[in-house]
């Protein structure tokens, strides 16, 4: 079966590139030229993964994201012309999965849109999941079986690239983790890109378990290395 793929970006002499690019290595490409009308796509089409320009008319990238992850668990791969940090962070705390800045080549691309597309996005099965037992970090209950995370019995509500980040650290209590290490459990060996992505991930699920990073009690930040489970 195809994968669908959506490039919304208002360089319409890009969009026609990656969409080439796409469709020969057998996606179904749509395409959009604003923040709006790739919003309406994104409804419509349903796809598996979105490249989403920054800097887009109507709504920007940011905006883009923020609202589509309130429908959608599509991976999105954020298309920045700026060199700055901060643009590139902003963009992954509302939920975009990877970024490149431009220009990029088409190659890299499409290596890094396959590597999302091997990672479940979906709940696994539950012949996958039956006898996962629940892990616990004081207070938080992991449950892998189910996909539920609570906080003294509250539900937290985790993308699943947060999820697995955490059950990674959980897992592996008193164990530092490198910034690779959690690219390799959670991304996979083959992925490719800014290990700083973790932090921006990391910090997300921080803010949604109520941790605070200078007083950690369920994720500890060791500098120079990684993090690990448990208090500072």
């Keep these: 079966m195809e994968s669908r793929a959506l490039v919304i970006d208002d360089e319409r002499s890009l969009t026609k590139v990656v969409r080439e690019y796409l469709e020969r290595d057998g996606f179904t490409v749509r395409e959009a030229w604003d923040g709006p009308s790739g919003l309406a796509a994104v409804r419509e089409f349903d796809p598996e993964v979105v490249v989403l320009d920054l800097g887009l008319p109507g709504l920007d990238g940011i905006e883009v994201c923020r609202q589509l992850r309130r429908f959608s668990d599509c991976y999105v791969i954020m298309l920045t012309a700026r060199s700055d940090e901060v643009d590139k962070l902003i963009g992954l705390s509302v939920g975009a999965d990877d970024y490149l800045t431009k220009p990029f080549s088409m190659r890299e691309l499409t290596a890094r849109i396959k590597v999302l597309l091997r990672r479940p996005r979906h709940l696994p099965a539950e012949d996958q999941t039956a006898g996962s037992a629940p892990v616990r970090i004081g207070p938080i209950e992991i449950d ?3 996909w539920t995370v609570t906080v003294e019995g509250a539900a937290v509500d985790l993308t699943p690239t947060e999820f697995q980040i955490l059950t990674a ?3 592996r209590p008193n164990l530092v983790l490198s910034r690779r290490q959690l690219v390799e459990l959670v991304w996979g060996s083959d992925w490719v890109g800014d290990e700083r ?5 990391v910090g997300r699920l921080r803010r949604k378990l109520g941790d605070d990073a200078n007083d950690p009690r369920y994720i500890c ?3 120079g290395i990684g993090y690990r489970a ?3």
């Design 169 to 171: 650290l959980a897992t």
């Design 230 to 232: 448990g208090p500072g």
């Design 197 to 201: 992505l973790v932090d921006v991930h």
């Design 221 to 223: 930040t060791v500098r």
């Design 144 to 146: 892998p079986g189910a």
